[in-house]
C-alpha cells in the first residue's frame, strides 16, 4: 500500500479544524513535498521527520513522497503536525500497520532523535477529539492540558517509538491527566478598611456582572478593591472554565492545569496598544480582553490609555465577541469579561478632596476627563467615587468588613435567581429581556425618566440603570423592583455627567 491517512488538528482561534494527513509514496527521484497552505514551520517537517524516522531504527522510505495537509484553503502552522506526517510515511512504507491509524488523531512536534515536545492549542484539538469520536495522542508535556477535556480518550507518548509500538499493538500508552492542587486562597475583601459605598458596589458588580468604574485620589484603594472583585463572584462552570483555559491554550503563553477553574484576573499596563488589547497579529492571537474571558479585565489609569486602544472596547462590551481580520485569515475569540476601570479625578489626583491641595483648572479637569469618550462610559454600569479614608479607619486594630466569603454567599443567591429567571447574568439580559424582567411601577418610572433628563443620560444607560436595579433587588431577595433599589442604581450613574462634559452616543 503506498497510500496512507493520519488525522490530526490545525489551530484557528480557538477552534480545531480537522487536518487529513494524506501521505503518498511514488515513483521518481526521491524527495518529500508539503502541500495544503503549510507555512514555513511546517514545511521545514520534512527534514525534522526524516531524521526521527531514522534516529528511530525505521527505513525512510528512499521515493517520491508527497504529503497533502487537507483542506487545502486551511492555513497551517506550527510543527503539530510533525508526528502525523512521521506516521503517514511509516503506513504508507508498511513499516506499521494502517487500520489503527483510524482510531486515533495526532498531534505533536518531534524533535530530531524521535523525541515528542510539547506544542500549544492542545485543549481546543481535545475537545473536538471527543466530538469526533476518536482517542488522542499527544506528548507527555501536553498531557495535563489535554486531560482537561475529560470527554476525550487521551493518552501520552515520549518518542515516536512508544506510538508506533501502540499501534503495533505491543505496548499501551499512558493517560493523560491532572495534576489537582487545592486552590489558592485569593485576595479577601476583609482586607479593604472603610469604603462602605465602594464595598457594596462591588457587591452589586459581582451579583449582576456588571461593569465598574472607581474614581479617586492616589492611594486610596482602588487597585486594592478591583482586586477582591473575582473573589466574589460564583465558582466557574466546567464549560465556562474550558472557554478560557481555550482561549490560553492558543494564546502562546500556556496555562496552568491545575489552576483551571479560577477566574481570570488581567491587569494590562496602560502603555498597552489596540492589538495587544483587542489581539490580531499575521497569525491571529488572542488580546487582553479574550484572556479576560469569564473573569476580570481591570484597567488603571483609564484616562492614561491610549484614546484608539480604549474604544476597541466598545464592541465587545456589547457583544461578548471579538473578530480579528487580517488580509490571509481571520479568528473569532469569546470576550466575556467584566470591566472595572480606575481612575484619578484629575491630573494631580486630588479634585475634590478636603484637602484642598489640588492645583488644577476646571478647564484642565475637563481636558483631562475628555479623554475618555461617553460612549464608552456610557457602556460602564457603576460609577463611584472612593474618597480617601481618615487616618483612624486605616489602624491594623480598626474592625474588619465582610470577608469575601460572607459577601460571595449573597453573591451566589443573587446570580442563581437571575439564572432561575432568564439563564444568564443581568448584565447581558438584551432590550426585550430587559423589559420582561425589570419592570418598576409607573410611579418609579416617573422617577427614572425625570432622573434620565436631569443627568442627561442615553437610552443605554436607562436601560443599565433597571438591570443594576434588578440586581440590587435579587441581592435583597424581592420580587419586584422597589422604589429604594432604583434611587440606588440611579445613585451610581450620577458621575456620568462629569466624565468629559459629553453626551454619550
Known sequence: MNLALVHSRARSGVRAPAVRVEVHLGGGLPAMSIVGLPEAAVREARDRVRAAIQCSQFEFPARRITVNLAPADLPKDGGRFDLAIALGILAASGQIPLEPLGQYEFLGELGLTGELRAIDGVLPAALAAAEAGRGLVVPAGNGAEAALASRVDASTA????????????????????????????????ADVRGQAHARRALE?????????????????????????????????????????????????RGIDPARWRERPFRSPHHTASAVALVGGGADPRPGEISLAHQGVLFLDELPEW????????????????????????????????????????????????????????????????????????????LHIDVPRLPPAELRPDATPGESSAQVRERVVRARQCQHERASKPNSRLDQAETASHCR??????????????????????????????????DLDGSAGILTHHLTEAIGFRRNDRNQGGVQAA
Open 158 to 189: 515520549r518518542t515516536l517509538l512508544e506510538v508506533c509500538a501502540l499501534l503495533h499493538g505491543r505496548r499501551s500508552l499512558p493517560r493523560a491527566e491532572v495534576q489537582w492542587v487545592a486552590p489558592r486562597p485569593g485576595p479577601d475583601l
Open 306 to 381: 491610549d484614546r484608539r486602544a480604549l474604544e476597541v472596547l466598545r464592541e465587545p462590551l456589547e457583544s461578548g465577541l471579538v473578530t480579528v481580520s487580517r488580509a490571509a485569515r481571520s479568528a473569532e475569540f469569546p470576550a466575556r469579561f467584566q470591566l472595572v476601570a480606575a481612575m484619578n479625578p484629575c491630573p494631580c489626583g486630588w479634585a475634590g478632596d478636603n484637602s484642598g491641595r489640588c492645583c488644577c483648572t476646571d478647564d484642565v479637569i475637563r481636558r483631562y476627563r475628555a479623554r475618555i469618550s461617553g460612549p464608552l462610559l456610557d457602556r460602564i454600569d
Open 204 to 252: 452589586i458588580a459581582a451579583a449582576g456582572g456588571h461593569h465598574l468604574l472607581l474614581i479617586g485620589p492616589p492611594g486610596c484603594g482602588k487597585t486594592l478593591l478591583a482586586s477582591r472583585l473575582p473573589g466574589l463572584l460564583p465558582e466557574a462552570s466546567e464549560d465556562e472554565a474550558l472557554e478560557a483555559a481555550a482561549i490560553a491554550s492558543v494564546s502562546g
Open 440 to 473: 418598576v411601577s409607573e410611579r418609579d418610572h416617573a422617577l427614572l425618566e425625570r432622573a434620565i433628563d436631569a443627568l442627561q443620560l442615553s437610552a443605554r444607560s436607562m436601560h443599565r440603570i433597571l438591570r443594576v436595579a434588578r440586581t440590587i433587588a
